[in-house]
């Protein structure tokens, strides 16, 4: 990580939270996805993300801890983007255009075979709390260490393992009632 970069940018130089936003947004936007399991609202997450953190820099005491302190506003977000997606939602529906002869189902079953597979897999993990998927998403997706995930979502060590024990244990549940 780079101390100097975060220290200048709580002083408020634009450049180095510029710099440090290009490094770690494509990583802020694959956890926001894999929460939120949808692009615009992850684009939007990531967005409020780095607005809120440019806002509040100048808080942040530890320069070291810049990652965790970023990425608990990330969940932060994303949680913000549950909440306003439970008022407000729109759903595209397409439907196959009657005039067009082509055939949209795929001829290859191993594809169709792992399609639902996924969304069998997207339908469960949606059903689970957001703060399972996070610890889901950081533990299984980004290959954090719990050591790490206890930094970024603030409670001990022994409870993350706690935390990503009954994830387990949710998921597997929410998987079981969707193949049924």
């Not at 067009?100 to 792992?114: C, F, I, K, Y």
Request: aromatic fraction near 4%; charged fraction near 35%; charge should be negative.
């Amino acid at each position: 990580m780079e101390p100097a970069l975060v220290e200048n940018a709580r002083a408020g130089d634009r450049a180095a939270f510029d710099s440090l936003v290009r490094s770690r947004i494509d990583a802020m936007y694959r956890t926001s996805l894999a929460v939120l399991g949808d692009e615009a609202d992850a684009a939007d997450a990531v967005q409020e993300t780095f607005i809120s953190a440019w806002r509040h820099c100048s808080e942040l005491r530890d320069p070291d801890l810049f990652d965790a302190w970023l990425g608990r506003i990330n969940l932060n977000a994303c949680r913000a983007q549950l909440r306003h997606r439970g008022r407000q939602r729109v759903r595209e529906v397409r439907l196959p255009d009657p005039d067009d002869g082509r055939e949209t189902a795929s001829t290859d079953p191993a594809l169709d075979e792992r399609t639902a597979g996924a969304g069998v897999f997207d339908r469960a993990f949606a059903r689970l709390s957001v703060d399972d998927r996070a610890v889901l998403v950081l533990h299984h997706l980004e290959e954090r260490p719990v050591a790490e995930i206890a930094k970024v979502l603030g409670p001990p060590e022994g409870t993350i393992k706690s935390r990503l024990h009954r994830a387990r244990a949710a998921l597997e549940s929410a998987l079981a009632k969707e193949s049924r």
